[in-house]
């Protein structure tokens, strides 16, 4: 009879990179992570949980008081290298949602739009018919409603993960432009 074998390995989750993306925004003060919770309709749990594999991973670090502090150059290269291999873009059936990769500003107005569905996030109140391009957590639409910064930015990583290689290109730009310090 074998024994089991407890594998210790942290590893990072897609709402993790929601967190992280979120913190972008605010990287000078990070909100509580109740109100991070709220905003980003995760519990204070899965926050509190994401902010420490994003420690573990060395893309977050905690201050004295142990509020998250974005580590933004890991997060630009875990981004621009990791991502797509780490979460990759996983496609549905056509239905109605929110834009996202390409089809979403900032890259629609950069891009010439083809006849091709556009992917979109699967949503009930979405305004869209599309290719379904599955969210990195089911709660991303609804944090991005109301968040227009985060939207773009989570748009923006959705064409590096399921993007063509100048999609990518164009998306990591534009992140650059969001993130140059």
Same mark, same amino acid.
């Given at each position: 009879m074998s024994r089991a074998i407890s594998n210790p390995q942290?590893?990072? +989750? $897609?709402?993790?990179?929601?967190?992280?993306?979120?913190?972008?925004?605010? #990287?000078e003060s990070a909100p509580t992570y109740a109100a991070l919770?709220? /905003?980003?309709?995760?519990?204070a749990s899965e926050i509190h949980a994401g902010v420490d594999r994003a420690v573990a991973a060395q893309l977050a670090r905690?201050? /004295?008081?142990?509020?998250?502090?974005?580590l933004l150059d890991a997060l630009r290269l875990f981004v621009q290298h990791g991502v797509r291999y780490s979460f990759p873009?996983?496609?549905? $059936?056509?239905? +109605?949602? %929110? $834009?996202?990769?390409?089809? #979403? *500003?900032p890259l629609n107005k950069l %891009?010439?739009?083809?006849? /091709?569905p556009v992917p979109v996030w699967p949503h009930k109140d979405g305004t869209v018919r599309g290719v379904a391009f599955y969210p990195l957590y089911p709660t991303v639409p609804d944090a991005a409603k109301n968040n227009p910064a985060l939207y773009e930015l989570l748009a923006l990583v959705d064409a590096v993960r399921g993007g063509n290689m100048r999609e +990518? *290109?164009? *998306?990591?730009? /534009?992140?650059?432009? +969001?993130w140059a310090s």
């Amino acid at each position: 009879m074998s024994r089991a074998i407890s594998n210790p390995q942290i590893v990072l +989750r $897609p709402q993790d990179v929601v967190v992280l993306l979120r913190l972008s925004l605010d #990287a000078e003060s990070a909100p509580t992570y109740a109100a991070l919770a709220e /905003e980003l309709k995760l519990t204070a749990s899965e926050i509190h949980a994401g902010v420490d594999r994003a420690v573990a991973a060395q893309l977050a670090r905690k201050d /004295e008081s142990g509020k998250p502090l974005l580590l933004l150059d890991a997060l630009r290269l875990f981004v621009q290298h990791g991502v797509r291999y780490s979460f990759p873009a996983t496609h549905g $059936p056509m239905g +109605r949602g %929110m $834009p996202t990769a390409h089809a #979403a *500003a900032p890259l629609n107005k950069l %891009m010439v739009q083809s006849a /091709e569905p556009v992917p979109v996030w699967p949503h009930k109140d979405g305004t869209v018919r599309g290719v379904a391009f599955y969210p990195l957590y089911p709660t991303v639409p609804d944090a991005a409603k109301n968040n227009p910064a985060l939207y773009e930015l989570l748009a923006l990583v959705d064409a590096v993960r399921g993007g063509n290689m100048r999609e +990518r *290109a164009l *998306a990591i730009a /534009e992140l650059d432009k +969001r993130w140059a310090s």
